[in-house]
Nanobody, 122 residues
Framework: QVQLVESGGGLVQPGGSLRLSCAAS????????MYWVRQAPGKGREWVSG????????YYADSVKGRFTISRDNAKNTLYLQMNSLKSEDTAVYYC???????????????WGQGTRVTVSS
């Protein structure tokens, strides 16, 4: 069956870095756009970033542009999110998700992981 398994979350100080990973299985990873979506405590989900099937095109929310980098390794069926210059407002559960086309409407994403928690605090 389809599985998306995130890892790499944890506690980091403001200004620090983390790299999230999302291991995919059960579907043809290279045929799907991949995304990161986050949910801060007490808030709704927020679209963070997306990457096309081949990895050449990437898109970011204004709130993370210039600090986060999305990438993928289709040979390893893995999606990444490199997060630098982290701020307290980046504290959230981060989910990876997939869709057959580009959309920032995360409600339309068909497969979701269980999420990994990122806490930015001193």
């Amino acid at each position: 069956q389809v599985q998306l398994v995130e890892s790499g979350g944890g506690l980091v100080q403001p200004g620090g870095s983390l790299r999230l990973s999302c291991a995919a299985s059960g579907f043809t990873f290279s045929n799907y756009w991949m995304y990161w979506v986050r949910q801060a405590p007490g808030k709704g989900r927020e679209w963070v970033s997306g990457i096309n099937t081949g990895g050449a095109y990437t898109y970011y929310a204004d709130s993370v542009k210039g600090r986060f980098t999305i990438s993928r390794d289709n040979a390893k069926n893995t999606l990444y999110l490199q997060m630098n210059s982290l701020k307290s407002e980046d504290t959230a559960v981060y989910y990876c998700a997939s869709n057959s086309r580009y959309t920032e409407a995360y409600q339309k994403y068909n497969y979701w992981g269980q999420g990994t928690r990122v806490t930015v605090s001193s």
